[in-house]
């Protein structure tokens, strides 16, 4: 199944959400025959409007091409949607009234917000696949903070670290809060300290100079994050071991 021009990973169970003009497609695994069965929900942008719906739908994550990911169902959390979408389907084909709609509504904002649980419930279960993006957010890191790419493009964003491991920036730092209680952008900035302690330790380069070759423009700032993660200036910090 491919989501734009990305193929999600999955063998049964999922759930997944496109929004307007967006595109996907579905096809046999290679000298595979094609097999699927499932729900299909479509809703015109037009049937949410002047709803709460209206706003709130853009606070969901997962219309967007940025998400890498499906949503993997259980058996039990199947059983859920399915019945949140027979409800939809025998109102739909009831005699429609003044209820129907915001009945209708209801139950797909019912829908949204068990996608929402099951979402977090996915980064408990899939500790596997999560400890081994883990594993590569640290080689990427690593890699980076090696290379020449800090003075060319400065520190690495959530979205390029996001984009190197395929996920979506949202599920990177969805799965390092559960796994490690930080955020990515903390993730960089522990990485950053650990390479500034290092230059401050090791080499007789000028505070000025660390902070230029850890893609900071203006010392002041590289100074004032080292401070805030340890408690001391970078001065400090090497005066301490002098």
Do not use: C
Not at 61 to 83: C, G, M, P, W
Not at 98 to 113: G, M, P, R, T
Not at 132 to 152: C, G
């Amino acid at each position: 199944m491919k989501y734009g021009q990305q193929e999600y990973d999955f063998d049964e169970g999922i759930m997944s959400f496109l929004a307007p003009g967006q595109v996907f497609s579905i096809g046999p695994a290679a000298g595979g025959e094609l097999k699927h069965s499932g729900w299909i929900l479509y809703f015109h942008p037009d049937f949410l409007w002047n709803t709460p719906l209206a706003k709130k739908i853009k606070q969901y994550e997962y219309f967007d091409y940025s998400v890498s990911e499906a949503l993997f169902l259980s058996d039990k959390e199947e059983a859920t949607i399915a019945a949140i979408m027979q409800n939809i389907t025998q109102e739909y084909h009831a005699n429609i009234d003044k209820f129907s709609q915001d009945i209708i509504i209801a139950q797909i904002e019912l829908l949204l917000n068990y996608a929402d649980r099951f979402y977090q419930r996915q980064f408990i279960t899939r500790k596997i696949t999560n400890h081994a993006i883990l594993s590569r957010l640290e080689d990427v890191l690593n890699q980076y903070f090696s290379s020449d790419d800090l003075l060319k493009t400065g520190l690495p964003t959530v979205l390029y670290m996001a984009d190197a491991l395929n996920v979506s920036p949202s599920y990177l730092s969805g799965m390092l809060k559960t796994l490690t209680g930080q955020s990515t952008q903390q993730h960089i900035h522990d990485k950053l300290i650990e390479k500034a302690k290092e230059r401050l330790t090791t080499t007789s380069l000028s505070v000025s100079e660390i902070a230029y070759d850890l893609g900071f423009e203006h010392p002041q700032s590289f100074s004032k994050l080292f401070k805030s993660k340890t408690s001391v200036s970078p001065l400090e910090f090497r005066q301490s071991f002098n």
